[in-house]
C-alpha cells in the first residue's frame, strides 16, 4: 500500500509500505445520525471508531445547527482528529462522519470529508465511499463552466454537480448529479433537517439504515457500525434510490432502476469487519465457509493451520475445521500499528514485516504449517511473513489464498493501481509459489468463492479475478488515484 508523496504523515512511499495493513489499500466508511436532542456528534464519533478498518487517512464529522454546517476535518484516525472540546463544540440534530482511505485524490487535508456544499435550498455535505470512473471527464466539463476546485477528489466533482443545479430541492439535484456519475458511490448526505443516503445503481459499496430509538435514524457503510450506538438494521440502501431521513421518517425514491447488482465481493473476503452483515449474509461465517471450501479444495498433510491476523484467522479456523488439523496461533501481530508520524529509519525499513508481525517459536518450531491468508495482491509482504516462520524453526509451510489470484485492478473505490504491479498478472501460481518460498499454494477457485458467499456470482462485482467489470471503465483514460493531481504529486 504506498500513497507516493504523502502530505498525510509525511514519509516516503518504501516507509508507508513497510508499515502497511496488507497489501490491499481500504476503502471510505460513510456514517450518519438523525436524531433531534441527541449528541450526534459523539455517536457519530463512535460510529466512526466502528469503521475505522475502512480508512485510517483522514476523518471527518460535520454537523447542521440553526440552518449552517460546522465541520471539522483532520488528518489520521478518528482518535487522532477528535477531542472531547471539538466534539462539544459539533452540536445539533444531524451529524454526517467519514473515515477515508484515498483512492482519487491525495491524502491531504484539503482532500479530507465531509466536503461541505451550498445548493439553491441551502447547505449541505457530502461524504463518499467509492469511486467515479468518469471523474476526469467530469471535472473538465464543469471548469469550462467556470467552477472552481479546491481539492483533488471525486467528492468534490459530486458536490458540485449537485452545487450547480438549478433543481428546486436538494434530493432533486441529488438525482440529476446520479444520471451523470459513472462508478461506485455510496453517499452520506446532511442537509438542514434531514439525512439522506444515496447509492449507485449496481451497489458496488455497502450502505445501510438503522433505527435509533423512536425517531433517530443512523447510516452506516457497515451493519456493525449500528450495534455500536444501539441501533437497529432496518435494511440496506437499494441500488439507485435516495433514501431521506428525518423527523416524519423514511421517504424513498427510486432514481434509476437497479443495474446488475455488483457489490464488491472482496467485502465478504476482506474489507467488511467480521461481525457485519451484507446481503443478509455474515460475513464471519462466510469467511470460515471459504475456509471449509479450500480445505475441502486443497488439503495437505500438516501439523498445524494458522491464519494471518487479523483477516486470515476466520478462514484459517474453517480450513481447520474441515482438514482435522489443529488450528494454533503461528503470529503475535502490533495491534498499534496503524498510521505512524514517525518515520522508521532504514534499517526498520528493510525489515518491514518485522514491525507488524512476530512469529511464536513455540508454536511453529519444527512443524508443517498450512498458512491461510484472505488473498495476495502485490505480494511484498507474502514473503517477508514465509521468511519470519523458517526464521522461527516451521519445517514446511503450505500457503492456502480464500480467493482466486487477483489480475486485474479496481476502478470502483480500492486503492490496487496498475495491473503490472499485480503479482497474479505476471507470474503463474507455481512461479508464485517459488517468488514467496512456500512448499506449497493454493487459491480457493470462484465456484468455491461463489458457493462460500451463498448467492449467484451475478450478484457481485468479481472483476479483480476476471476482468469482468459491471460498469464500463472508458478507454480513453488510465485512472489512478492521482488522475486529478498536478503534475509531478501523486
Known sequence: MQCGNCRLCDQSSDSHQAISAGDWGEKC???????????????TYFGLYALQHRGQESAGIA?????????????????????????????GDVALGHVRYS??????????????????????????????????????????????FNSTTDTEVIVRLIEQSNSPTLEEAI????????????????????LIAVRDPNGVRPLCV??????????????????????KLVREIEPGEILTLDKSGMESVQVIDPHRKAVCIFEFIYFARPDSHIYGRSIYTTRRRMGNLLAGQAPVEADMVMGIPESGIPHAIGYAEVSKTPFGEGFIKNR???????????????LGVHIKLAPLREAVDGKRLVVVDD?????????????????????????????????????????????????????????????????????LNMPNLVKAVGLPKNNFCTACFDGQYPITIPDDIKLAKSVLEPEGVK
Open 175 to 194: 438525482a440529476e448529479a446520479m444520471h451523470r456519475m459513472r462508478g461506485a458511490y455510496s453517499l452520506g448526505i446532511l442537509a438542514p433537517d434531514r
Open 210 to 231: 438503522g433505527r435509533l430509538d423512536a425517531e433517530g435514524w443512523v447510516i452506516s457503510s457497515e451493519t456493525c457500525g449500528l450495534h455500536v450506538v444501539g441501533a
Open 63 to 91: 454537523v447542521e445547527r440553526n440552518g449552517e454546517i460546522d465541520c471539522h476535518t483532520g488528518v489520521g484516525l478518528a482518535s487522532q482528529v477528535f477531542d472531547e472540546e471539538i466534539i462539544a463544540r459539533l452540536t
Open 336 to 350: 498499534y500499528i496503524h498510521r505512524t508520524f514517525i518515520q522508521p529509519d532504514q534499517r526498520l525499513r528493510e
Open 375 to 443: 488473498s495476495i495482491v502485490r505480494g511484498t509482504t507474502t514473503g517477508p511473513e514465509i521468511a519470519l516462520l523458517r526464521e522461527a524453526g516451521a519445517r514446511e509451510v503450505h500457503l492456502r489464498i480464500n480467493c482466486p489470484p487477483i489480475r486485474f485492478p479496481c476502478f470502483y473505490g480500492i486503492d490496487t493501481s496498475g495491473q503490472g504491479e499485480l503479482i497474479a498478472s505476471r507470474m503463474s501460481v507455481e512461479e508464485i509459489r517459488e517468488q514467496l518460498g512456500a512448499d506449497s499454494l493454493e487459491y
Open 29 to 43: 466508511g460513510v456514517y450518519g445520525v438523525y436524531a433531534a436532542g441527541a449528541d450526534v456528534a459523539r455517536l
Open 103 to 148: 483512492t482519487t485524490g491525495s491524502s491531504s487535508l484539503s482532500n479530507a470529508q465531509p466536503l461541505v456544499g451550498e445548493h439553491r435550498s441551502g447547505p449541505f455535505a457530502v461524504g463518499h465511499n467509492g469511486n467515479l470512473v468518469n471523474t476526469l471527464k467530469l471535472r473538465q466539463e464543469l471548469s469550462e463552466q467556470d467552477v472552481v
